[in-house]
């Protein structure tokens, strides 16, 4: 945890570093008053996804509410995480969606939904699903929706600046138009590079999600299994479904358009082919080092998600020896 932590503190200066620079080049060469407004155009926008954010993703996730008493054992899983979690109890929700899946979203901690989809209930046993809705619950009390939208902040102005300054920037002299354009273009790569920050960061929530999930008294072993069952799950799904989801997979507990490629990789760890991952072989992952291919470290740069064997790897450190 120590140094998820560190990474954290690292990428957050970084970030701020990035944008304190953008915003000195510019306040030097075009007068502070244009970056108050890229500033509130960029606040403005976020304000609206704030606001209507939760009911776009209840539409787009078809989803529908449940009290108690309907779904009994659903709800008093995650009321039961929410009490060790010690946070309001968050509505409960089903997704009509086949894939199977499950994630967390709200304005706050007092206006969080916990959802699964109904592919998820009919995969996961009852031990695996706790496990993925303490993860659910660890996301909700780490207010990670809020922290990453309040990140991507920062390369959403960038975005703005660059496109203002590139497509209807220039000067009265051909000089103030060349400085205008290389501020723009420098803005431009401190888009691309805070962009990529800020999946860091939320593939870095994705783990402390998971430590969340353990800290909550699930066993290691259950959410790494529900990990391998939802990538399995997922790659027998059609692409064209998982399409239809691809803007809001970042709220997902996997990547499902990465399934088919993470399966082949999973498959290793599952020595016995049983279909889930146990204690032992946890531990035989845990003793063992893996290697990533150059392809995989170079797409997980432009992922929401970590990957997932990587993923499992660091669950195996949590088995108590």
Sequence with gaps: MFFLNLRMYVLLALLFAFI?????????????????????????????????GPKLVEWSMRVRYIKEGEQEKLF????????????????????????????????????????VTEGILRLLNDNELKAVLGHEIAHI???????????????????????????????????????????????????????????????????FADRGSIVLGNHPKFLASALYKLVYGNARIGREKIRSVEGLKAFFVNDPSRAVKELKELKQIDQDQSGDIDTE?????????????????????????????????????????
């Design 281 to 321: 072989e946890l531990k035989a992952l845990r003793l063992n080092a893996i290697k990533p291919s150059g392809a995989d470290k170079f797409f997980e740069l432009f992922s929401t998600h970590p990957n997932m064997l990587k993923r499992i790897k660091q669950l195996s450190t949590y088995l108590k020896t």
């Design 76 to 115: 008093l899983m995650v009321k039961e995480m929410a009490e060790k979690a010690k946070i309001p109890m968050p509505r409960v929700g089903i997704s009509s969606l086949e894939l199977p899946n499950a994630f967390a979203f709200g304005r706050g901690i007092r206006d969080s939904r916990v959802c």
């Design 141 to 207: 009390k780490n207010r990670d929706v809020l922290t990453i939208t309040l990140l991507s902040v920062i390369p959403l102005i960038l975005y703005r600046i660059a496109f203002h300054l590139l497509f209807f920037g220039g000067g009265r002299s051909r000089r103030s138009g060349q400085n205008t354009a290389l501020i723009g273009l420098a803005a431009l790569l401190f888009y691309f590079i805070t962009n990529l920050l800020v999946l860091y960061a939320s593939r870095i929530r994705e783990y």
């Design 20 to 52: 304190y620079a953008i915003v000195s080049m510019i306040a030097h060469s075009l007068g502070i008053e244009s970056f108050i407004l890229y500033v509130v155009i960029a606040f403005v926008i976020i304000g609206i996804q704030y606001l209507l």
